[in-house]
């Protein structure tokens, strides 16, 4: 394992959100087969049940005039480093967690809510899809490590 950074900050959307930001949570509770409890995209697509977003994003948004909070991109984890870096099929450990990239996200036209050139400017680096392989609660400032 190679340590490659840390969680900044978790988000989760329970069945009473709507819209973005994805609202801010102390941890999530990754379940493998299921998604994270209390979601409510859980038990729905597995393959894509945890987004994963670095920090550049929001930097390359800021560099552009665009201030958003935190969760804006619809985010689970906010990463301090460019997941992007990374190709699909990388696994991460997180805590005591594994997700592995599944696909890169899409560009939403709902992102144009905070800026009509949003969308284009993100898009390739609105975050990565991700599916749980192995059950974990991840909190901010968990280490995250790649496996070799």
Do not use: W
């Not at 801010?24 to 995209?41: A, P, Q, R």
């Not at 049940?49 to 985010?75: C, F, P, R």
Request: glycine fraction near 8%.
């Amino acid at each position: 394992m190679k340590s490659i950074g840390k969680v900044i900050d978790t988000f989760s959307a329970d069945i009473n959100s709507k819209g973005l930001p994805r609202p801010k949570v102390d941890s999530i509770d990754l379940k493998t087969g299921y998604g994270i409890i209390n979601d409510k995209f859980a038990g729905k697509e597995l393959h894509k049940t945890v987004m994963i977003v670095g920090i550049d994003s929001y930097k390359l948004a800021l560099e552009n005039g665009i201030s958003m909070e935190y969760g804006s991109l619809g985010e689970n984890i906010l990463l301090d480093f460019n997941p992007h870096d990374f190709e699909i099929g990388t696994i991460f450990k997180i805590g005591n967690s594994e997700i592995e990239i599944t696909e890169k996200c899409t560009i939403c036209n709902h992102l144009s809510v905070f800026h009509k050139k949003l969308p284009k400017l993100l898009r390739q680096c609105r975050g990565l899809y991700c599916k749980i392989l192995e059950d974990g609660i991840i909190k901010k400032d968990v280490n995250v490590s790649i496996k070799d």
